[in-house]
């Protein structure tokens, strides 16, 4: 499966937009790129994905590189209940089932 | 609410023994996950079910195994084989048609004592 690489942690301030990047150079043309985020004790809440083209829906837009080597994730006001990791991972076709490999995410930390 | 149930959200289990995990769904998906967790670390697939009496390993089987009898319910149970099994295992679903997101339950977080 192609890999991810993103920032082990960042920080933002309330209300101000957070631009979370992934790096993935060895992406297929038939991956897609998703984001989940994941609060402590809690399992992953799935955010977006996108093939090509940027998405938005209502937590958050997805900004896809031309090239597809890289993607942001894009907040547009940090809250408090933003603060949790954010794994940007690849997706694996394997028939009707959705194969997702989890790398270590970005602990994003949103302050006062 | 349509979702998934994750139980015991805590269980405790003495070395030698096996011990199944519960996870149940009602979103009417056809494809299920369990995936383990440890602390600091991203998720791996321990096994995978697309469709009803069927399962295939994922990444870390060993140790593993799991049943698909209805549509609902894909128990995960851990056996003694399993050398290392305190963690935190995480059940999810997603529709049919590949690439779907998937929809994760709360969790159980399984300690030896």
């Known amino acids: 499966d192609a890999k991810t690489t993103q920032p082990n942690s960042m920080e933002s301030n309330e209300e101000e937009p957070v631009h979370l990047p992934c790096n993935h150079s060895?992406?297929?043309?038939?991956?897609?790129i998703h984001w989940y985020r994941q609060l402590p004790s809690q399992g992953p809440e799935y955010v977006i994905h996108g093939l090509t083209s940027n998405v938005n829906n209502r937590m958050a837009s997805l900004a896809i590189a031309e090239d597809r080597k890289s993607s942001t994730l894009i907040l547009h006001r940090a809250t408090l209940r933003d603060a949790a990791v954010y794994y940007c991972?690849?997706?694996?076709?394997?028939?009707?089932?959705?194969?997702?490999?989890f790398g270590t995410g970005t602990r994003l930390q949103v302050t006062l | 609410d349509g979702g998934i149930t994750q139980s015991p959200k805590y269980l405790f289990r003495k070395e030698g023994q096996n011990v199944t995990l519960s996870c149940e769904q009602n979103?009417?998906?056809?494809?299920m996950y369990w995936y383990r967790q440890d602390p600091g670390q991203g998720l791996r697939l321990i096994y995978y079910?697309?469709?009803?009496?069927?399962?295939q390993k994922g990444d870390i089987a060993e140790g593993y195994s799991v049943s698909r009898e209805k549509k609902e319910s894909f128990p995960l149970t851990v056996t003694s084989a399993q050398k290392n099994p305190t963690a935190f295992y995480l059940c999810a679903s997603s529709p049919t048609g590949g690439r779907q997101p998937q929809h994760f339950g709360d969790g159980t977080r399984l300690s030896i004592l």
């Open positions: 979103l009417n998906h056809d494809a």
């Open positions: 079910s697309q469709i009803v009496n069927d399962f």
């Open positions: 060895t992406i297929s043309g038939t991956d897609y």
């Open positions: 991972i690849l997706s694996g076709h394997t028939g009707t089932a959705s194969k997702l490999t």
